[in-house]
């Protein structure tokens, strides 16, 4: 999943370099493409944020009940704002696909091999009136320099035609789009923060559960190996907790790239940040989520 | 004190009650009283902290609900701008497969 959000971005970013200098439809397809990865990103990190959050329940449940045997209201009040979380995350989930829809749907439009289709198709039709020609008065209508000119001019009138009908998207929803980025970039450090309270709040209880109580209990300890496996994945939580942080810049970047595609100075150095930052939310997510199977 | 600072000093109380050393002081006390009203306390304040995460998380995704409409009409007019390129090609390739029988059937008269 990694790999092919980050592949699928460097392809772009390959052509905009081949193509440097002619670049606007490939600024809106960096921007397409980095848009498309970032809702697949966030999509993870909500799913990995319900499983933190209901782990995160799961550990205060027996943290609670060591001290004082619980109750089945207190195991309600407990659980009742885990349900609302996860409502809310599912009405986010649903939303992140649909911005994800939009911007393939914009990658469809920059990808579009109807350019070159065009030029194909000229050169079909000038090829068609030349057999006329030749019937007709016994030479073709069109030499082949005139041929290639009328191809080349086909494609870049189609070519044009995209490149309006992206920045008549983009110009009719910048405020929308522009809105959308600003509240990505408040969920982003909203999720962050519960995310990483959740891990902390774990991290606490299960050091206490898994490796400090069965350590000082005047027993020894039953299974050894397992013990020290809980104590390294205890002790290595906290490198997610710092991943956590620096995903969290993804949003703003996002925006960032949004400005800078409008101003028209979309640059490989700002999609290559956005890269690194996608990266940081999958890589956080996809831990968080093999360590919750 | 904001929503967003209380929010963040409950979370912060929150990790001071769950520490080693509180929880081993609560498990080792022998008054029951203390150890229900303790767990109690500690239950109502995890409470309120998702409560807030919450209210925060839903109140971002009621605005963004509010600009889905939006999004699908940008979806429909790129589809509607993309139909209509592919449109131009279609018809190029007709007009030159006409031409080209039109050709055709010249050479045969």
Redesign the interface.
């Known amino acids: 999943m990694r790999n092919s959000f980050v592949k699928g971005l460097a392809v772009v970013l390959v052509g905009s370099a081949v193509t440097a200098g002619c670049a606007t439809t490939q600024e809106y397809a960096g921007f397409a493409q980095a848009g498309s990865s970032y809702a697949a990103a966030v999509d993870r990190l909500l799913v990995a944020s319900r499983d933190t959050t209901i782990d995160a329940t799961s550990n205060r449940l027996l943290a609670n009940d060591a001290v004082n045997n619980l109750t089945l209201p207190q195991y309600q009040a407990a659980s009742g704002p885990d349900r609302a979380r996860l409502e809310v995350i599912e009405g986010l989930r649903l939303h992140a696909d649909l911005l994800g829809k939009y911007f393939r749907t914009m990658s469809k439009l920059t990808d579009s091999k109807a350019p070159a289709d065009v030029q194909a198709s000229l050169n079909g039709t000038v090829g068609g009136l030349n057999a006329v020609g030749k019937q007709l008065r016994g030479a073709p209508i069109f030499n082949d320099d005139a041929k290639a000119a009328i191809g080349t001019i086909g494609q870049l009138v189609v070519s044009a035609k995209i490149r309006g009908a992206l920045h008549d998207e983009i110009s009719a929803r910048e405020a929308i789009l522009r809105q959308e980025l600003v509240l990505q970039e408040q969920l982003l450090k909203a999720l962050s923060a519960a995310i990483e309270q959740d891990l902390k709040v774990t991290t606490q209880i299960r050091e206490q559960r898994l490796v400090i109580t069965p350590l000082t209990e005047e027993k020894p300890l039953a299974n050894p190996d397992q013990w020290v496996a809980s104590r390294r994945s205890v002790l290595l939580a906290n490198s997610e907790i710092a991943e956590l942080q620096s995903a969290s810049r993804a949003a703003r970047d996002m925006r960032e790239t949004f400005e800078d595609l409008v101003a028209g100075r979309l640059s490989m150095a700002r999609l290559l940040g956005v890269i690194a930052d996608l990266d940081s939310i999958i890589s956080v997510a996809e831990h968080l989520l093999a360590k919750s199977k | 004190m904001n929503r967003d600072e209380l929010l963040?000093e409950l979370?912060r109380l929150?990790?001071t009650l769950?520490?080693?050393e509180v929880?081993?002081q609560?498990?080792g006390?022998q008054d029951?009283e203390v150890?229900?009203r303790?767990?109690?306390e500690?239950?109502?304040l995890?409470?309120m902290?998702?409560?807030l995460?919450?209210e925060?998380?839903?109140s971002?995704?009621e605005?963004?609900?509010q600009?889905?409409p939006?999004?699908?009409?940008?979806?429909e007019?790129?589809?509607a701008?993309?139909e209509?390129?592919?449109n131009?090609?279609a018809f190029?390739?007709a007009?030159?497969?006409?031409?080209?029988?039109?050709?055709?059937v010249?050479?045969i008269v």
């Open positions: 963040a979370r929150e990790l769950h520490s080693v929880q081993q609560f498990t006390e029951p150890r229900r303790f767990v109690a500690r239950i109502e995890s409470r902290v998702g409560v995460t919450h925060t998380l839903g971002i995704q605005q963004l609900t600009l889905e939006q999004l699908r009409n940008g979806i007019d790129m589809d701008a993309l209509s390129v592919q131009t090609v190029l390739n007009l030159g497969k006409i031409l080209g029988l039109v050709g055709r010249l050479a």
